[in-house]
């Protein structure tokens, strides 16, 4: 069993940053890979990032070249760092991470809004 704990949400002004943190416990050696999604209102939950533990990362069109996913295998952690947020972006951003023998664990969720 993995718990997820989210933090670094919150609301930010367009062009601003917002950097987002996933702290995991429990089995974490289990874990192969560790991401972020995000749900707006009346939207299906999307992925938005997503990092294994050798490195590999991949993006959703929408965000590429502004959020970065990284990864902290000593600190079990991993982030979302998050830059030229633009209005669209506002949603709540879930924790994800998926277990190599099966099983896919999810965060509380919290809240970004960007807006003026």
């Known amino acids: 069993q993995v718990q997820l704990v989210e933090s670094g949400g919150g609301l930010v002004q367009p062009g601003g940053s917002l950097r987002l943190s996933c702290a995991a416990s429990?089995?974490?050696?289990?874990?192969?890979?560790m991401g972020w999604y995000r749900q707006a209102p009346g939207k299906q939950r999307e992925l938005v990032a997503v990092?294994?533990?050798?490195?590999?990362?991949n993006y959703a069109d929408s965000v590429k070249g502004r959020f970065t996913i990284s990864r902290d295998n000593g600190k079990n952690t991993a982030y979302l760092q998050m830059n030229t947020l633009k209005p669209e972006d506002t949603a709540v951003y879930y924790c994800?991470?998926?277990?190599?023998?099966?099983?896919?664990?999810w965060g509380q969720g919290t809240q970004v809004t960007v807006s003026s």
């Open positions: 994800n991470a998926k277990s190599v023998v099966g099983g896919t664990f």
């Open positions: 429990g089995s974490i050696f289990a874990i192969t890979a």
């Open positions: 990092t294994t533990r050798s490195g590999s990362t």
